[in-house]
C-alpha cells in the first residue's frame, strides 16, 4: 500500500511541475512577443536594451556588424525557440523588429 501512496505523490508532484513549467514557458513567450512589438523604427539602441532589462525570463546578445548591430532576445527557459530580432542602423537606431 505504502508503494502506491508513493507513485500517486510522485504523479501529483510531476503534474504540479509540468503545470508551473507551461506556465512560465506561456509566459516567457509573451514577454518576449509583447517586448519585441514595443520596438519601431528610429528608437535608439539605449532605449531598446533599457526596455529589455525589465524582462524577467529572456536574455539578449548584441552582434555588431559593419553595416550596424543586431540584437537577439531569446528565453532563458530551455526548450523554447522562440526570439525577438532587432536590426540597427549604423547610427544605433531600429532598422527592423521581428520576432520569430
Not at 532563458?76 to 549604423?90: A, E, G, R, T
Amino acid at each position: 500500500m505504502l508503494i502506491g501512496k508513493g507513485k500517486l505523490v510522485l504523479a501529483v508532484l510531476f503534474i504540479v511541475f509540468i503545470a508551473v513549467y507551461m506556465f512560465l514557458w506561456q509566459e516567457a513567450r509573451k514577454e518576449i512577443f509583447y517586448l519585441c512589438g514595443n520596438f519601431s523604427r528610429g528608437d535608439n539602441l539605449t532605449s531598446v536594451t533599457a526596455q529589455l532589462q525589465t524582462g524577467h525570463y529572456l536574455n539578449y546578445d548584441l552582434i555588431e556588424k559593419p553595416t550596424g548591430t543586431k540584437l537577439v532576445a531569446t528565453s532563458k527557459l530551455p526548450l523554447q525557440n522562440y526570439q525577438c530580432s532587432i536590426v540597427f542602423d549604423k547610427y544605433q537606431a531600429v532598422n527592423k523588429a521581428w520576432f520569430e
